[in-house]
């Protein structure tokens, strides 16, 4: 889920815990945790309702100062779905990125993606997929994709991979690499 900045400090004080979105059908699921730019929210609740019927008190609860807000965010949708959600914790993964290994984290790290780029049905494309990054921070996925002759969205599964371990951040647009991804690309050039 996407928030605006705005509402970020409140996602993490718990001061917003519902949000109306103007889906055609739900984008989340009850009982799931989302990494957001806010933090982790884990969704208390998804259900269908009549703009008409939510309440003022739920109109400060998604962050709005009136009904007129909500409205104009949602484009004067009639049905929408309410969302109740909870700030559970930080992204994990943000200190993660910062983390620059030692020598025997960094021979881990790059232990799984050899392992990786070992099982990988179209062969090898960690390091080509991290030297590309290296090289164009903040390039569309579409035309990192192309450049290395590959998909899109396989492309960004990758690319999601390779954030799980710490490696990569996303930016408004396109990547970079983090300093932990740094320290293993040079790493892995030196061997």
């Keep these: ?6 509402f970020w400090p409140g996602l993490r004080d718990g001061s917003i815990t519902v949000t109306f979105r ?4 739900p984008r989340v ?3 799931r945790r989302y990494r957001t730019a806010a933090g982790v929210l884990e969704v208390d609740g998804v259900d269908r309702v009549a ?3 939510i309440t003022e008190a739920e109109i400060r609860r998604a962050g709005y100062e009136d009904r007129a807000a909500l409205m104009r965010a949602l484009r004067g949708a009639e049905a929408v779905w309410r969302v109740t959600l909870h700030h559970v914790g930080e992204d994990g993964r943000v200190a993660l990125r910062a983390a620059v290994p030692e020598a025997d984290e960094l021979a881990e790290l790059i232990g799984t993606l050899d392992g990786i780029d070992a099982r990988a049905r179209g062969g090898p494309w960690t390091a080509a997929t991290l030297t590309a990054i290296a090289e164009n921070p903040g ?4 035309d990192l994709a192309a450049g290395l002759g590959r998909e899109k969205l396989p492309f960004k599964r990758d690319v999601r991979r390779l954030k799980e371990l ?3 951040e996303s930016l408004p647009v396109g990547y ?3 300093p932990r991804g740094e320290a293993v690309l040079a790493a892995r050039a030196r061997r």
């Design 51 to 53: 703009s008409a019927s």
């Design 29 to 31: 699921i009850a009982g």
């Design 176 to 178: 970079r690499l983090s």
């Design 139 to 142: 390039v569309l996925a579409a």
């Design 1 to 6: 889920m996407l928030f605006a900045k705005r």
């Design 166 to 168: 710490g490696l990569t």
């Design 22 to 25: 103007s889906w055609d059908r």
